[in-house]
């Protein structure tokens, strides 16, 4: 698998992958999605990584870097949107993609990387578990928005 970051050509492909996220149907390709995807590849900090296997997207994962006054001030990494088409699972593809967000974190010497997930299946938090994050740092809550 190679791995690079997300270009603007990859939003239908994402979009299909990310429909795999809540099993879904794909989002349409509309202005506003195309804009909000325009912003997105902007945006400073912010990385879609993409995982390709004859040059098919089959992996992504996002991390996005904030800025950050705590920790001498030190950014910290977040983690979200890791996904790989059920077709190519148990192939690692999701890890290397979590290494290279790693990398990156480290490369940006941030003091944590941190990631949620909605999952409460034991074969997700092993899989999370196994690429070195832990459950037991800190308490996550969320407050969902309409």
Not at 44 to 63: F, H, K, N, P
Not at 70 to 99: C, K, M, S, W
Not at 124 to 145: D, E, H, I, M, S
Request: with cysteine; hydrophobic share 40%; proline share 1%.
């Amino acid at each position: 698998m190679q791995i690079r970051q997300a270009q603007s050509a990859d939003l239908a492909e994402l979009l299909e992958l990310y429909a795999q996220l809540h099993d879904g149907a794909s989002a349409e390709i509309t202005d506003s999605a195309q804009d909000k995807w325009r912003e997105i590849l902007a945006l400073a900090g912010y990385r879609v990584l993409v995982g390709t296997v004859d040059e098919r997207i089959v992996s992504s994962c996002t991390v996005i870097v904030v800025p950050n006054m705590t920790h001498n001030q030190r950014p910290y990494a977040i983690v979200e949107n890791v996904i790989t088409h059920r077709d190519f699972r148990n192939n690692g593809y999701a890890t290397q993609l979590l290494n290279a967000a790693r990398d990156i974190a480290v490369s940006e010497h941030c003091y944590k990387i941190s990631l949620m997930t909605g999952s409460k299946e034991e074969s997700t938090l092993r899989f999370y578990r196994n690429a070195g994050y832990n459950q037991n740092g800190k308490t996550a809550f969320v407050q969902w928005l309409e």
